[in-house]
């Protein structure tokens, strides 16, 4: 048994010797490039609302830009579908209190009553509780501060403020975001038809000064890269197997039949973390076995076992697990292989999720 796997090691030591030497670019390095100055943090205030929020969010997805929204709980509660639109086109959902007061007038009581509303409100919709607070009017004192860290809730004020909510034009909106620098956060509304307007200029001007829109740090309140976990599966989000984290006595990665990750003895696994906002999506991994016989890997979420694909011959091939439930939220994505008997491996390329 000790013989055959050490074998197995030695041949993906040979197999990982084999990748091409002409690097290609990845989509990570491609956009580190275009965000050379670094991120910024595009935020709106008091939605979502009915008139506006579908507007906001074709006008953000059409300029490509991400932005985090930070919803009255109330809100949340009477227009359920625009916050998880929200969430479904890469948004991050923050809590603004559930009726928008100032909150430094509260008691201790009241204060915890606006953030656990909203919290709850917001988590039975989208699966995951916020971890941003922005309080209302930026009012905030120690009392205050003490309720959002019981909520594990980050406080997020502003460095710009774009005025939208003072009578600002366009024009002086847009100005406000060409201050921003990189880790900034600027200020906005989502029920403005001028920032609604502004946000095609405001995409250029971030563009052209080598910035992107991130999230906001739930450590620092401050702009950075967005992570994979953020990150919602859209129509053929793909992920290659082998920028997962690998786990297992055996696994590694392969270049032939393709580039990818071998798995050579039960529970060798490669894994990550996804965000999703919804809880059903369709699984389909491209991979093969290394013979004849039929390869098996187990898709687990959340450490919930969900399907099996098997790969039943050495030419690669791609299968698909349909209308698969799972938690929403941050979720845990392992590819397991089971039922190894030293008989066959597993070899597989990608996840793509739709």
Not at 109 to 120: A, G, K, L, N, V
Not at 140 to 166: F, H, M, P, R
Not at 192 to 199: D, G, K, M, N, V
Request: with cysteine; hydrophobic share 35%; aromatic share 8%.
């Amino acid at each position: 048994m000790l013989k055959a796997k050490l074998v197995k090691g030695t041949m993906a030591l040979m197999l990982i010797g084999t990748l091409f030497s002409v690097p290609m670019m990845s989509v990570a390095s491609a956009a580190d490039a275009s965000c050379a100055n670094g991120y910024v943090g595009l935020t709106f205030d008091d939605g979502p609302n009915t008139s506006n929020t579908t507007k906001l969010l074709a006008a953000l997805k059409q300029a490509g830009l991400r932005a985090t929204m930070f919803n009255i709980g109330q809100n949340a509660q009477n227009s359920p579908s625009l916050v998880r639109d929200q969430a479904d086109a890469g948004m991050w959902v923050g809590n603004h209190s559930y009726t928008h007061p100032d909150m430094t007038t509260l008691s201790s009581s009241q204060m915890s009553s606006e953030i656990t509303r909203t919290q709850q409100a917001i988590q039975s919709i989208t699966g995951t509780a916020p971890k941003l607070f922005r309080p209302p009017y930026g009012a905030t004192n120690s009392t205050l501060k003490s309720i959002e860290s019981q909520n594990a809730l980050t406080e997020v004020l502003w460095s710009v403020d774009s005025q939208d909510w003072n009578g600002a034009t366009t024009a002086q909106i847009v100005a406000s975001a060409n201050r921003l620098q990189n880790g900034d956060v600027l200020l906005m509304h989502d029920q403005y038809q001028t920032t609604l307007q502004a946000i095609p200029q405001i995409a250029q001007n971030l563009k052209s000064r080598s910035l992107c829109s991130g999230m906001i740090s739930p450590t620092t309140g401050r702009a950075v890269a967005p992570d994979s976990s953020t990150s919602p599966p859209s129509a053929g989000t793909k992920v290659e197997v082998e920028s997962m984290t690998k786990g297992g006595q055996y696994t590694g990665n392969i270049s032939l039949p393709f580039n990818g990750v071998a798995l050579y003895s039960n529970n060798d696994l490669v894994k990550y973390t996804q965000y999703f906002a919804s809880g059903t999506h369709h699984f389909s991994l491209r991979g093969a076995s290394s013979n004849s016989n039929m390869a098996r890997v187990d898709l687990k979420i959340g450490g919930q076992a969900k399907g099996t694909f098997y790969f039943g011959g050495s030419n690669p091939a791609v299968y698909t697990l349909t209308n698969v439930s799972h938690g929403a939220g941050n979720q845990e994505i392992e590819l397991v292989l089971t039922a190894e008997n030293e008989t066959w491996d597993a070899y597989i390329d990608y996840l793509e999720i739709n």
